[in-house]
Structures are given as structure tokens and as C-alpha cells.
């Protein structure tokens, strides 16, 4: 089985990356097979609501998703750790972040 963890926090060693590590050592120790992602390391550009994946089956936006999408489906569990901001949007949801929107922009009827 494989296990996909995305670290979601622009900080290196942080909390979440700490978490998200000790949840991956839990799931190699149960025969897992780990891949991970770090949102801070990778350039995502959001969704353009454009619709030529809808007439392609693939979306346009020449970015590192396209890396991404084939470790999103090979993964059987996808774990995904970030904090919680109290002043202001966190990494995730926040401008220049936007995980998990590309995370589900997928071909219309497909499932990452």
C-alpha cells in the first residue's frame, strides 16, 4: 500500500512536518510504502474555472501538478498536515497556496 503525505506548512521542521513525519513512520512500520510532497518546495497555480479541461480531459495550466497527479492516484491514503493560522489564512488556503483546490482539479469524472 502506498501512503502520499502532503506537508502543507511553509515552515521546515515545524509542527505539522513533525506530525506528518511520526504518521508516515506509523504507516512504513505497518509495510507502507511513503511518498511525500511539500507544498512549500513546488509551484501550484489555482484553478482558472477556464473549462478546456472539460474539452481537453486535461487540465492546461503548465505547472507542478502535473508531477503530482500521478503520485495523487497511485496513493491508496492520502494524509495531508498544515497549521492553523490565528492571524491570518495558513499555508494551505491562504493567497499563492492554493491546496487543496489543484489537488482535486482532475479530468471531469475522474478521481484523483
Not at 7 to 26: Q, T
Not at 48 to 59: F, Q, V
Amino acid at each position: 500500500m502506498k501512503v502520499l503525505g502532503i506537508y502543507g506548512s511553509p515552515r521546515a521542521g515545524g509542527n505539522s512536518d513533525l506530525l506528518l513525519d511520526r504518521a508516515l513512520e506509523g504507516a512504513a512500520e505497518a509495510g507502507a510504502v511513503r511518498d511525500r510532497v511539500y507544498v512549500r518546495d513546488v509551484s501550484i497555480s489555482g484553478c482558472l474555472e477556464c473549462g478546456a479541461c472539460e474539452e481537453t480531459g486535461a487540465c492546461v495550466i503548465p505547472d507542478q501538478m502535473e508531477e503530482i497527479y500521478p503520485r495523487l492516484q497511485e496513493a491508496r491514503v492520502i494524509v495531508m498536515a498544515a497549521p492553523c493560522f490565528l492571524r491570518g489564512p495558513g499555508p494551505i488556503e491562504g493567497p499563492g497556496r492554493p491546496v487543496p483546490g489543484p489537488l482535486v482539479r482532475t479530468t471531469p469524472g475522474e478521481v484523483p
